[in-house]
């Protein structure tokens, strides 16, 4: 695995922010980079702070390269493992054959009620990623980057559905994070 030491000059600051905090340039990098900046776009949110992000992954690509995702989303969007506002779950209903889904959630603020995308991969990203050769990974992610939206993922307003499962797993979360303070000062 090279690192990311050989930047392109046509790379968009967007993605060499992003290789720079992953360490090298990779697909599922990129994918994850894309659906974060499209979410910020369309929720009309700066981030950080003010999101909540759920990628749903099948127990199988719950590692690398597939978990790269979760640094593009973490680049992209400002939800962090440090904020505690990014996770990985698990569900099988929720996946899509097989493939992650994403929900980006921005929290209530200032009475604007919260609001929530849902991604699934496209039909065709199952076969632009199996193009994908080890030794071009960069050049195979630059062109991931420059990629028409519609070949990499559908978004989609989330349902009143996906909302509950998203408020699931944060009352889990927050269970178990009070569960865990409780027996540390026991
Ligand atoms: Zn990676």
Same mark, same amino acid.
């Given at each position: 695995?090279?690192f990311?030491?050989?930047q392109?000059?046509?790379?968009?600051?967007?993605?060499?922010?992003?290789?720079l905090?992953?360490?090298?340039l990779g697909?599922?990098?990129v994918? *994850?980079? &894309?659906?974060?900046?499209d979410a910020l /776009?369309?929720l009309?949110?700066?981030?950080? @702070?003010?999101?909540?992000? !759920?990628?749903?992954?099948?127990?199988?690509?719950?590692?690398?390269?597939?978990?790269?995702?979760?640094?593009?989303l973490?680049?992209?969007?400002?939800?962090?493992? *440090?904020k &505690?506002?990014?996770r990985f779950?698990? /569900?099988?209903?929720?996946?899509?054959?097989? @493939?992650p889904?994403?929900? !980006?959630v921005r929290?209530?603020?200032?009475g604007?009620p919260?609001?929530?995308?849902?991604?699934?991969p496209?039909?065709?990203?199952?076969?632009?990623?199996?193009?994908?050769?080890p030794?071009?990974?960069e050049?195979?992610?630059?062109?991931?980057?420059?990629?028409?939206e519609?070949r990499?993922?559908?978004?989609?307003?989330?349902?009143p559905?996906?909302f509950?499962?998203y408020?699931?797993?944060?009352?889990c979360e927050?269970?178990?994070?009070?569960?865990?303070a409780?027996?540390?000062?026991?």
């Amino acid at each position: 695995m090279e690192f990311y030491r050989h930047q392109h000059p046509g790379d968009p600051d967007w993605l060499v922010r992003a290789a720079l905090f992953h360490g090298h340039l990779g697909p599922w990098l990129v994918l *994850g980079a &894309r659906i974060g900046a499209d979410a910020l /776009a369309r929720l009309d949110t700066p981030g950080q @702070w003010k999101i909540e992000v !759920v990628c749903w992954m099948p127990k199988s690509k719950q590692r690398t390269p597939f978990s790269c995702l979760l640094d593009g989303l973490q680049a992209s969007t400002g939800a962090t493992m *440090g904020k &505690r506002n990014l996770r990985f779950a698990y /569900a099988p209903d929720v996946l899509d054959q097989g @493939w992650p889904v994403v929900y !980006v959630v921005r929290r209530e603020d200032n009475g604007r009620p919260p609001e929530g995308v849902v991604y699934y991969p496209a039909r065709e990203l199952h076969a632009l990623f199996a193009e994908v050769k080890p030794d071009r990974m960069e050049e195979a992610s630059r062109s991931l980057a420059c990629e028409e939206e519609a070949r990499l993922f559908i978004a989609n307003p989330m349902s009143p559905e996906a909302f509950s499962r998203y408020e699931q797993i944060l009352a889990c979360e927050r269970a178990a994070i009070a569960e865990a303070a409780e027996s540390d000062s026991a």
